[in-house]
């Protein structure tokens, strides 16, 4: 299962690149930054991205991951081998769904899910592009299987220990994908709201829920720590993530924002910020930080003035991130509409059905879903596409694999 999930990732990533042809290497604007970066950690040059000015523009986690290929290859790897990388990687996480099947239900269930993982349109996407998803989703999913551990764990100190380690593996996919660092908070949440609202913490839910996720969060933090000090040294705040925060932001709200990408304003609020320096220079803070800073409470004061607008983006952006094919123009071929459409619309619906027959057992299988909550909360405020849906989507195949089992295990015993 694993080799031909390889193979037909790497066939993947060499066809998507004759598509570009030789003159384009990517076709996406991250992939850039990230493959500079890796070329710097690997020179054991300042980590920036086009100038001083941008010194924590990305998260350091995928660079270091892509930095391999430059001490490996030379100054200049070809492309490919970041797409073969993105393939064994892409993997990786059809293992992880594997391992997740397999925990939550059997060891049959897990190998559909690994068969669901291998032909998914969305997992062979995320293993083709030269982007972060192509780490964070094996990361996302080790978490998942932690969480579950701890949370089925015999004794008190496994759980800990098991906990721990699902807070480290949160750290490093945030490493990867800053959007994640309250994935391990919101999951806590959720888990002490809903011992409350069933009425089951008088059995001690409600501290479980409080116990782990509270080490979890104390791993999580140890793990972001270094980032953390690195980005007060050079910035001399504390920046938990990115400074490109403000622009994610404004790129969600503002009176232009129709749910997709467009960061064409970032070079008007430079322009503004340089205007508004002294003459004779001095600013305290770095140009970096009030930059973001600048785009960050544009957008927060243009969504307080405009509410109604914001709540119908937000439903925009729902829409688009569920949407049942491809919002891209580039990838609104027939055939591409079609393979996403007749794959992942079933496998929503065999996941929901799953999840409903399946609904007395509780936690675990609520951690499923929260990939999918999270994120879609999450991009209600942030820009909105189907390729940020794709780690959740490979947390529901299983459910969608447990359903495939039980439904033909009925069909063979009927």
């Given at each position: 299962m694993l080799i031909a999930a390889l193979a037909l990732r790497l066939a993947a990533g060499y066809a998507w690149q004759e598509r570009l042809g030789p003159e384009r290497r990517f076709a996406f604007g991250d992939s850039d930054a990230y493959w500079t970066l890796a070329g710097q950690l690997a020179r054991g040059e300042p980590y920036q991205y086009g100038s001083p000015d941008a010194r924590v523009v990305r998260m350091p986690g995928y660079p270091f991951v892509l930095a391999g290929l430059f001490k490996l290859a030379g100054d200049d790897p070809p492309v490919l081998a970041g797409r073969a990388l993105s393939a064994i990687l892409g993997t990786l996480a059809v293992a992880g769904v594997y391992g997740l099947g397999r925990q939550l239900f059997d060891p049959t269930t897990g190998l559909f899910a690994a068969a669901l993982a291998t032909v998914y349109p969305g997992a062979i996407a995320t293993s083709v592009f030269v982007l972060s998803e192509a780490p964070f989703c094996p990361l996302l999913l080790a978490q998942l299987m932690a969480s579950v551990a701890s949370w089925q764990a015999a004794t008190r100190r496994r759980a800990a220990w098991l906990a721990a380690l699902s807070g480290l593996l949160a750290g490093l996919a945030t490493m990867m994908r800053p959007s994640w660092l309250l994935f391990v908070p919101f999951a806590a949440v959720v888990g002490i709201a809903s011992s409350w609202c069933c009425g089951r913490f008088a059995g001690g839910e409600r501290g479980k829920h409080v116990r782990l996720g509270a080490i979890a969060l104390v791993a999580l933090a140890l793990t972001m720590t270094p980032w953390w000090l690195r980005n007060g040294q050079v910035t001399g705040h504390f920046v938990p993530t990115t400074l490109q925060v403000g622009a994610s932001l404004y790129d969600g709200l503002n009176p232009q924002a129709d749910g997709s990408s467009e960061m064409s304003f970032v070079a008007r609020f430079e322009r503004a910020e340089r205007k508004a320096e002294p003459a004779g220079?001095?600013?305290?803070?770095?140009?970096?930080?009030?930059?973001?800073?600048?785009?960050?409470?544009?957008?927060?004061?243009?969504?307080?003035?405009?509410?109604?607008?914001?709540?119908?983006?937000?439903?925009?952006?729902?829409?688009?991130?569920?949407?049942?094919?491809?919002?891209?123009?580039?990838?609104?071929?027939?055939?591409?509409?079609?393979?996403?459409?007749?794959?992942?619309?079933?496998?929503?619906?065999?996941?929901?059905?799953?999840?409903?027959?399946?609904?007395?057992?509780?936690?675990?299988?609520?951690?499923?879903?929260?990939?999918?909550?999270?994120?879609?909360?999450?991009?209600?405020?942030?820009?909105?596409?189907?390729?940020?849906?794709?780690?959740?989507?490979?947390?529901?195949?299983?459910?969608?694999?447990?359903?495939?089992?039980?439904?033909?295990?009925?069909?063979?015993?009927?």
């Open positions: 220079g001095g600013q305290a803070e770095p140009f970096e930080y009030r930059l973001d800073r600048r785009l960050r409470d544009a957008a927060l004061d243009w969504a307080a003035a405009h509410p109604g607008r914001v709540l119908r983006l937000a439903a925009v952006k729902v829409l688009r991130l569920w949407n049942v094919w491809p919002n891209d123009p580039q990838f609104r071929f027939w055939f591409v509409r079609l393979a996403v459409l007749l794959t992942y619309a079933p496998a929503l619906a065999l996941a929901a059905w799953q999840t409903w027959q399946d609904r007395r057992r509780g936690w675990p299988l609520a951690l499923v879903w929260l990939p999918a909550a999270y994120l879609t909360l999450l991009h209600t405020i942030f820009v909105s596409s189907i390729r940020y849906r794709e780690p959740a989507m490979l947390c529901l195949l299983t459910l969608a694999a447990a359903a495939i089992a039980r439904g033909i295990l009925a069909s063979s015993e009927g």
